[in-house]
């Protein structure tokens, strides 16, 4: 168990529709990384937040936004779905100072299906 | 650019052989290298990182790699493969100078009985 939790495990939904991911990191992380795998794509870095603000973008469409909270949670966003916006997203904190060489701890994603 | 690069998309080893699975690099500055693998309906879990120092890492399961500069590459290696290594591994850079992670795209390790 990395310590990093994920809601809901599984999402069905239509296209069309919006929903949100959240993720808690490791107690004590600042930083929250998020990511799109699929099985064409593979493992996409759409965004990361530190301590509450925006640090780097990946690959994140316009559809897509993200935000950090105070308590250190965060939450992804997506609208407009699509039906090539299943995949699995998973969720990493890294420790305190969210350095591009600190060790990634990963959630055990969320599961979404668009219909 | 940021570019890595996992040639194989699938390598099988006999339980009880050595094992690579290969990764190359591309990044601007000095790079920050893993490894992590991922279990069927797992999250990733972290292998082992360079940073700097020793060429040779060591990590968590026996699992080792090694950094090559003039090559860019960072393989992953083990001396003697298990069964339970099955499972999808993933090559991931960083650079200074930026924060984004770049992920390969997988090679999926099957070790037979």
């Known amino acids: 168990d990395s310590g990093v939790t994920q809601t809901p495990k599984h999402l069905i939904t239509a296209t069309g529709q919006r929903v949100t991911l959240r993720c808690s990191p490791r107690?004590?992380?600042?930083?929250v990384y998020w990511y799109q795998q699929s099985l064409d794509q593979g493992l996409q870095f759409l965004i990361q937040?530190?301590?509450?603000?925006?640090?780097a973008k990946g690959n994140i469409l316009e559809r897509f936004s993200a935000q950090q909270f105070p308590d250190l949670h965060s939450e992804l966003n997506l609208s407009s779905l699509e039906l090539g916006d299943s995949a699995l997203y998973f969720c990493?904190?890294?420790?305190?100072?969210?350095?591009?060489?600190?060790?990634?701890?990963f959630g055990p994603g969320t599961r979404l299906l668009v219909l | 650019a940021q570019s890595v690069a996992q040639p194989e998309d699938q390598v099988n080893v006999a339980e009880g052989n050595p094992l690579t699975v290969k990764c190359t690099y591309s990044?601007?500055?000095?790079?920050?290298l893993f490894w992590y693998v991922q279990y069927p309906n797992r999250g990733l879990q972290f292998l082992l990182k360079y940073i700097t120092g020793d060429n040779l890492v060591k990590g968590s399961y026996g699992f080792e790699a090694e950094f090559n500069k003039s090559q860019t590459s960072f393989h992953l290696k083990k001396p003697s493969a298990l069964v339970s290594d099955s499972a999808l591994y993933f090559c991931a850079v960083s650079g200074s100078g930026t924060y984004k992670y770049i992920f390969g795209t997988g090679t999926r390790l099957k070790v037979l009985a």
């Open positions: 990493a904190s890294s420790a305190p100072q969210g350095s591009v060489w600190e060790t990634q701890y």
């Open positions: 107690s004590g992380d600042l930083s």
């Open positions: 990044v601007s500055g000095n790079p920050y």
């Open positions: 937040y530190y301590n509450g603000e925006e640090r």
